[in-house]
Structure formats: structure tokens, C-alpha cells
């Protein structure tokens, strides 16, 4: 599969050039939306700049999976995103065993792409702490491309690639089954340290068909509760907070 780049600037801050009408009709822009005081503002403030600044898919359908925590949107919140023409799809977010940081964040990235499933070509997963100023070029992918990816902003947990593979990527890298020689670099986008393979979490496009986001899913609740994991979690729980 071959992949492609997407990138942005510190604070999730996207900015491209243009794109065509026709890509209004192929794209949905998606994410997950805490129904926090925080979380409820982030949302409306990422679909008011979509909405104004994202030219010919400004219009292209938005998508807010809100995890259900005891608490819902407010309603001047929901009726602020229900104007900007965002669906609001609550869902569960409870698991079974043990909770780590965005374990809600896997579960909703696969329902959306379970709904993007015949409804669009390209789904667009943003997290809320961003903001779109421009057309989102990067994010119309080539028809022989899968993923738009952009790498993590700091090198926190990840493994530098001029260093021998240390034992957690060595385990992240069995459990995806990736062979070490399909094994690249990127470099982070603020300390610009060159680094194998560690992906920012929230700014994504993928073609649903690929069924990346449910591959995902599926491999993340089948090995992070492992007790090969549960020792890195221990030894520093960054590899806790960035497991997903």
C-alpha cells in the first residue's frame, strides 16, 4: 500500500492550497467530540472553520461520534453544530478490562469508517483541536493511494532510526506483523528527529474500503491489554497515554 503525507503545522493547524468542486462530493470530514466544557468548544470552533475556510469541501458532510460519559452536549453547543450541518452520533465507549488515554478515539475512528462505507471515497478524520484555514489539498488523495498520514509532532516514545529497534517497537512492529525491512523513517514536524514509523493519531485520510480504521481497531483491542505491554505501561506511562 502506498501512502502519502499529510501535514500541519504546531496546534493541528492545516493549511493547503486547492482542490476541485468534485471533491466536496467524495469527502467526509470526521472525528470524535468529548461532551466536556473544553470538548464542546473545540468542536464548534474546527466545524465554524471548515465550514468558512476549506473552500470547494466546505460543504462536504461532517461527522461528531461523542462517546457516551454520563454527560451530554449542551445544547447551545449541539444547536450551534446542528446549524453548521454537523451530525452529532453518540456511542458507547465502554470497554471491557483495563482503560488507557483514546481508547474512544479507536472505537470511533472504526464507526466512521463503517458509515463512511458507500457514502464517500475519502474519510478525514481530524481531532477537535484543530483548525482548517485553507482547502485541504494533502487530504485528496491520489487514486493510488490508501492513507494520508502526517508523523507525530515530538519524538516522546517513539524510536529513532539510526538506533537499533528498541523492545516496544520491536513488539508494536510484530503485533501490525510489519517486517523490518518494510520499516521507513519520517521525521517529526517540531524537533525534527528521524524516527521509524510512529503516526499522529489524529489527522488521517483513508479510503473505507481499505478497512484501515477497523484493521486498527481490531489490533489494538486484541494486544493492548497484553502483559508484554502492561510492563512498558509500568516502566513509563506515556506508553500508556500513546499506545493507540
Not at 489490533?219 to 500508556?240: G, H, I, M, T
Amino acid at each position: 500500500m502506498r501512502t502519502r503525507r499529510v501535514l500541519c503545522s504546531f496546534f493541528f493547524v492545516i493549511q493547503y492550497m486547492t482542490v476541485s468542486q468534485e471533491d466536496n462530493k467524495r469527502v467526509a470530514f470526521t472525528s470524535i467530540a468529548y461532551p466536556t466544557e473544553s470538548g464542546e468548544k473545540d468542536a464548534v470552533l474546527l466545524a465554524e472553520s471548515i465550514r468558512t475556510y476549506a473552500g470547494l469541501v466546505s460543504q462536504a458532510p461532517i461527522w461528531y461520534f461523542i462517546p457516551k460519559i454520563g454527560r451530554e452536549f449542551s445544547d447551545s453547543a449541539k444547536n450551534k453544530l446542528i446549524s453548521l450541518k454537523v451530525e452529532l452520533i453518540p456511542f458507547d465507549a465502554k470497554t471491557e478490562g483495563m482503560q488507557v488515554p483514546f481508547t474512544a478515539q479507536v472505537i470511533a475512528k472504526s464507526l466512521a469508517e463503517s458509515k463512511a462505507l458507500g457514502n464517500t471515497e475519502l474519510l478525514l478524520w481530524l481531532n477537535t483541536n484543530g483548525l482548517m484555514i485553507n482547502e485541504p489539498k494533502d487530504f485528496i488523495l491520489p487514486d493510488a493511494k490508501s492513507l494520508g498520514y502526517r508523523p507525530v509532532h515530538h519524538i516522546l516514545v517513539g524510536s529513532r532510526y539510526k538506533e537499533p529497534i528498541d523492545a516496544f517497537w520491536r513488539l508494536v512492529f510484530e503485533v501490525c506483523n510489519v517486517p523490518e525491512e518494510r520499516i521507513f523513517s519520517m521525521t517529526t514536524h517540531i524537533d525534527n528527529e528521524e524516527i521509524r514509523p510512529y503516526f499522529n493519531a489524529g489527522t488521517l485520510a483513508i479510503r473505507p474500503e481499505k478497512h484501515l480504521f477497523q484493521r486498527y481497531h481490531d489490533v489494538f483491542f486484541k494486544v493492548y491489554q497484553e502483559p508484554a505491554f502492561l510492563k512498558f505501561y509500568q516502566k513509563d506511562e506515556r506508553y500508556a497515554v500513546f499506545i493507540h
